[in-house]
Each structure stands twice: as C-alpha cells, then as structure tokens.
C-alpha cells in the first residue's frame, strides 16, 4: 500500500487556507492510504528559536483543528518526540552537497512569513534536509504537498539517489508529490490568506468575528449604489461562495448582476454560509477540548490525543533508523547479545 507523510509547521491557528490547501485532502487520502501526519515543530523551531514558548500550545492546538476536520488521531505524531527525525537529518547531511541546498529550494514565501527574524542559520539552510528526513524515516513514496514543497521533495529525491549511488541500497523509495492545487482562496484583503497579513478566517474563529470579518471585505469595486449591477467574477465574497457553497452559486450571481441584493446583504448571507460551514468542525472542537481533562496542561492533553499515533509512527522510524545505521556501518553492537 503507498504510503502517505505530510507535515505542518505549528505556528499559529489553521485558517480556510490550510483547510483548502492541505486538510481536506489528508482526509480523504486516508481512506485509501496509509499515513502520517507530522507536527513539523523542528521546523518550526527554525523561525521561531528566539521565542519558542508557544511551540507546543500551537502544536496542540493545530493537532485539535486537525482532529476536529477529521484527521483520524492514530495517523498524527510529532516530530521531535522521535529523535531519530534529528538523528536521520544529521546524517544526511554528511552527504548533501552545499551547492544543491544553496540553489534548490524556494525560500521567499518563508522568508515572507519570517519577517524580522535572523534567519542565516545553519538550520535554515539545512531545513529542506530535515524534511528530507522526515520522508525517508517512513519510506512515504507519496507526499501531499503544496507547489511551494515541490522543490524541497526534488532534493529528497536527490538524496535518495546519491544514498543509493553510495552505499548501492535501495532502501528508500523515491517519493512522489500529491500535487493539492494551489488553494485559490485569497484573504480577505484579496492577498494571499496568511497569519501574517491578518486576513484569514480561522477555523476556530468565533460567530462574531467570522461576521466581522466577512463585512469587512471588499465586493466588486465597481458596484457604488446597491442598484447598480455588479460583476460577480471579480468580487472576492463571490469566489467565496463558489468555494463554500456551491449550490448558492447561481442565485447569488443572478443576485449581484441583477442588482438584486446589496453587497452588505449578500456578505451577510455569506456569513451564514460560512458559520454553518464551520459549525462541525468548530462543535468538534469543543468536544475534543471537554474530553481533555486538563487543557493547560498540554503535555496530557497530547498523550491523550495522540498517545497512539506517536507510538506507531515511533516504532516504522525506529526500523528505519536500525537499518540505515547497518548500511552506513553503525549498528548499535551494545544492544546485540
Ligand atoms: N516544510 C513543510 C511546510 O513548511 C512542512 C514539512 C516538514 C513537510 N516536513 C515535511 C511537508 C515532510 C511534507 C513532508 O509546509
């Protein structure tokens, strides 16, 4: 069976975009794949070591969001709870070229999100070699990933190639991309949604302020007066609702073009649609957090959470790490009776 590993940097609350981009298609991946699902706190760590106190909230509370859309808890695990993920990543990168990581990967859109932060570590220039470890402790030969990931994963593969070329194993399989199309959905500014711009609907965002947000966007600049028809493809509210609500589509275009409903009217009706839409997610939630008998306490809420899917993805890396450590001739003799 192929099997699946994702991950997910704990920075801050999932908003729509993670849910488009990325979640939803996790979720269905699981049916017909084995996988894992990684909290990439290590790489988190690399934007965030001046000040990583909330690492850890943000990891519980991202593996909550991610439970809640339906991410099955046995498929989750953290990553530096297995430290075979640093172990792996250090020793691959005795054998990565510096030239591959200074031209490779695409850096801007985290440094985009990094702003402010000295970000000329060695970490930084390494994180793509981290995740090639990541993928090759589980033999994933499918990693569902945004365009952004594409260029990291082509390096996995390089370093599978060379591992093989080296040593002549063929222990890691080269891993393929599951391609999730770029998640349309802009912010409600019409930039790209991001923590950082301040313009994502969070998946655990109240009533209220998925109401406030939704009447703060700009519809159709060209549509002054509610009688003047409006232009549905471009208006930000409409896509909206092409992504959110199919069924409503038709009538709310006939609404804009017709100048039939108000834009402030149609962006209330829309966050209807968008409360309703989160409601179950956002109910799940709350159960998830009621059955955490000590929610402040994170380290019991993860064990709790996600106790059994730390195990198993422990115990594939663990093999793993045995077999790698006997190709590069470092078995561990001491536990050998
Ligand atoms: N780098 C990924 C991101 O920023 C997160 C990640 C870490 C990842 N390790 C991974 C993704 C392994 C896929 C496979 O989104």
Not at 264 to 291: A, G, H, W, Y
Not at 313 to 333: P, R
Request: proline residues 4%.
């Amino acid at each position: 069976m192929d099997r699946v590993l994702s991950g997910m940097r704990p920075t801050g609350p999932l908003h729509l975009g993670h849910w488009l981009g990325a979640l939803e298609n996790w979720v269905r991946l699981q049916e017909t794949h084995e996988c894992f699902f990684m909290v990439a706190d290590l790489h988190a760590l690399m934007g965030e070591y001046e000040n990583p106190a909330d690492i850890r909230k943000n990891s519980v509370e991202m593996i909550v969001d991610w439970i809640a859309c339906g991410i099955n808890p046995s498929n989750i695990f953290i990553q530096s709870e297995i430290s075979e993920h640093a172990e792996l990543a250090l020793m691959l990168g005795m054998l990565t070229p510096l030239g591959w990581l200074e031209r490779n990967p695409t850096y801007k859109e985290q440094l985009r999100e990094i702003q402010g932060r000295d970000l000329t570590t060695y970490g930084f220039l390494g994180y793509p070699v981290l995740q090639a470890a990541d993928i090759l402790l589980y033999k994933a030969n499918k990693v569902p990933v945004g365009e952004d990931q594409l260029a990291h994963l082509e390096l996995t593969r390089e370093i599978i190639r060379r591992f093989r070329h080296l040593y002549k194993s063929s222990l890691f399989p080269e891993p393929e991309a599951l391609l999730t199309k770029a998640s349309k959905i802009l912010g409600t500014d019409r930039r790209k949604m991001s923590k950082s711009y301040g313009n994502a609907i969070n998946l655990s965002d109240s009533e209220q302020a998925i109401k406030k947000k939704i009447q703060s966007m700009i519809t159709d600049p060209a549509r002054i007066k509610a009688s003047d028809p409006g232009h549905p493809d471009s208006c930000n509210v409409f896509s909206y609702y092409s992504m959110f609500s199919r069924d409503l589509v038709h009538d709310v275009r006939d609404w804009c073009t017709n100048a039939k409903k108000g834009c402030t009217d149609c962006k209330k009706n829309f966050s209807d649609v968008m409360v309703d839409f989160l409601r179950p997610v956002q109910k799940k939630r709350e159960e998830i957090r009621d059955s955490m008998k000590d929610g402040t306490r994170y380290n019991v809420a993860l064990k709790m959470l996600v106790g059994a899917g730390q195990q198993r993805a422990e115990k594939v890396a663990k093999g793993t790490m045995s077999e790698v450590k006997k190709i590069l001739n470092m078995n561990q003799w001491i536990h050998e009776n």
